[in-house]
């Protein structure tokens, strides 16, 4: 099932937002130019909503798609395409989660690198 947006964590050594709307580019449609605000950085990439904010978890950026319109049907999917293009370590979460979901479903998500693909436990709070 689509989820209705995308969000995916990029270890923050490695990329920048510029690099990002560089592969967003190929991916969803030209990226509009950058705003700012405080630490969050917004632009259009085709016709989907973008949100880049550094450092979201620690060493981590969030990388928000506010669309079910985007090429992939899931975080995981779009979060192998992002490592693919980038060769950065990617997170998500394994799929849609909410609050009845419980607070140890919070803290799974799927690691993906040079490594491969694993499920960890991860404590963003």
Not at 12 to 23: E, G, L, S
Not at 27 to 51: D, F, H, R
Not at 56 to 77: C, H, M
Request: aromatic share 8%; glycine share 6%.
């Amino acid at each position: 099932m689509r989820q209705p947006d995308i969000e995916i964590y990029l270890k923050d050594t490695d990329v920048d937002h510029k690099q990002v709307a560089a592969w967003l580019a190929e991916a969803l449609g030209t990226c509009s130019e950058w705003t700012q605000k405080g630490l969050t950085w917004k632009c259009l990439a085709g016709n989907i909503p973008v949100t880049w904010l550094p450092k979201a978890v620690g060493k981590w950026n969030s990388l928000y798609l506010e669309s079910d319109q985007t090429p992939w049907d899931d975080d995981i999917a779009c979060a192998r395409a992002a490592h693919a293009a980038l060769q950065v370590e990617v997170r998500c979460a394994p799929g849609s989660w909410s609050e009845e979901h419980g607070e140890e479903d919070a803290d799974r998500w799927i690691r993906i690198s040079a490594d491969g693909e694993e499920e960890i436990t991860w404590r963003t709070q």
